[in-house]
């Protein structure tokens, strides 16, 4: 999504995954001095990034909580990309390990699957 840092918080263009909204990846351009993100001649000067996930505070409350995060310079971009890589893979894979660990669902009306005795 696009967002803007300054109503939002979180960045320029944030990352949630299609399963779920716990997690996100949002990259927040940075700009020369002078210049901010309304001015349509602007070229960033990097890109800071980070990494979150909602966690539960002791109050009951939840809040994103950092797990990562860096700056990006423009000639190191790909580095950039690798980090959105990484986050997608542990997001995915946290996904998946999770639906593994799900009781199973199935409609009262038909007998459980398995072997029978």
């Known amino acids: 999504l696009e967002e803007d840092p300054e109503t939002f918080g979180a960045g320029h263009f944030v990352f949630y995954p ?5 997690a996100r990846f949002a990259i927040e ?3 020369a001095a002078g210049r901010d993100w309304s001015d349509p001649e602007r070229l960033p000067v990097s890109w800071l990034w980070r990494a979150e996930r909602i966690t539960r505070q002791a109050d009951g409350t939840h809040v994103w909580a950092l797990e990562r995060h860096g ?3 423009p000639e190191d971009l ?3 990309l690798v980090e959105v890589e ?3 893979r542990k997001v995915r894979n946290q ?3 999770a639906d593994a660990f ?6 009262a009306r038909t007998p459980p699957q398995g072997h029978v005795l």
Request: hydrophobic share 20%; proline share 4%.
């Open 95 to 97: 996904s998946s390990h």
């Open 71 to 73: 700056e990006t310079f």
């Open 18 to 22: 299609a399963e779920h909204s716990r």
């Open 78 to 80: 790909a580095g950039l």
């Open 86 to 88: 990484k986050w997608t």
């Open 29 to 31: 351009e940075q700009y």
């Open 102 to 107: 799900q009781r199973p669902r199935r409609d």
